[in-house]
């Protein structure tokens, strides 16, 4: 028996839910003096509604360890992790330790692992589904864990931004910058780096071009589609996300593509109207 264990940065949808082998950990959201439990009673609409009101940056705490380790108990004897990665978060800081409590306490019986996923949203999501799929092959704890490594050395994740808002809130963009952007209607197109940290890949004069120039990116790297699935994640935009995946089936055939409403902590950073998408 198995379980795949994912910080509540990255989206489980309902399939993966009723499967039995998914579990979210949540992480807090704060807004203000509010602490918000990012987990299945998480309210997107009001909590961007806050986030919008608010003058303040809303932040995000890492799981403990002891929430990881809950997780560890029961049945089944092959735990993987998967967390937002170690350059954004300190999830997999959190989960490393609850691994090595554990096991000092219980011993190694059960074979654990923690992935950092060097990602985020649902580029969490589909490792985790690469750890299911190859489970269900029936291949050894160690095999799986490390296609699942190279798996993840060959994914990127992208993510066009609707409004900067909380990177001005942040510190990380001046309030005459963000009002220039505003104004001329520039939208950013970022992605991951190999490390897992973030960079600006381009820009471009409105939504729809900057979504184009985030598909192009993708297809850049993505040299066999064919064998690939590919996710979108949208933050309160299901329009817009059908769009893309519109875009995308012109230039090319993936195996599958998911579309999954954003959780939490991705409706953080992706704010009202953002697109994150991970292949």
């Not at 890492?62 to 089944?76: H, T």
Request: proline share 3%; charged share 25%.
């Amino acid at each position: 028996m198995y379980k795949i264990l994912v910080d509540s940065c990255g989206e489980l949808s309902e399939e993966m839910r009723a499967g039995g082998h998914f579990v979210n950990i949540p992480l807090i959201l704060r807004v203000d003096n509010e602490e918000i439990v990012d987990d299945e009673s998480f309210d997107q609409k009001t909590f961007l509604a806050k986030v919008a009101s608010s003058s303040n940056e809303p932040k995000s705490a890492c799981p403990s360890p002891d929430a990881y380790m809950k997780w560890m108990e029961g049945e089944s004897d092959h735990i993987y992790i998967v967390t937002l990665s170690s350059k954004l978060s300190g999830s997999y800081a959190s989960a490393s330790l609850g691994k090595e409590l554990y096991e000092e306490e219980y011993g190694d019986a059960k074979k654990i692992h923690v992935f950092d996923s060097r990602s985020a949203s649902i580029g969490e999501s589909l490792i985790g589904l690469k750890i299911e799929e190859l489970e269900e092959e029936g291949l050894p704890f160690e095999e799986v864990v490390s296609q699942t490594q190279d798996y993840i050395e060959k994914q990127h994740t992208f993510f066009v931004l609707e409004t900067l808002e909380t990177l001005r809130k942040s510190g990380r963009l001046s309030g005459l910058a963000a009002t220039i952007i505003k104004a001329l209607n520039i939208k950013p197109v970022m992605g991951s780096t190999e490390e897992g940290s973030i960079q600006k890949l381009g820009q471009e004069r409105g939504m729809t071009r900057a979504l184009m120039k985030m598909v192009r990116c993708l297809m850049e790297v993505t040299p066999d589609p064919q064998n690939r699935v590919l996710a979108i994640a949208h933050c309160n935009c299901p329009e817009r996300a059908q769009m893309v995946k519109a875009q995308v089936e012109k230039l090319a055939h993936f195996k599958k593509i998911l579309i999954l409403d954003t959780a939490g902590v991705s409706s953080m950073y992706a704010n009202d109207g953002g697109i994150i998408m991970a292949g």
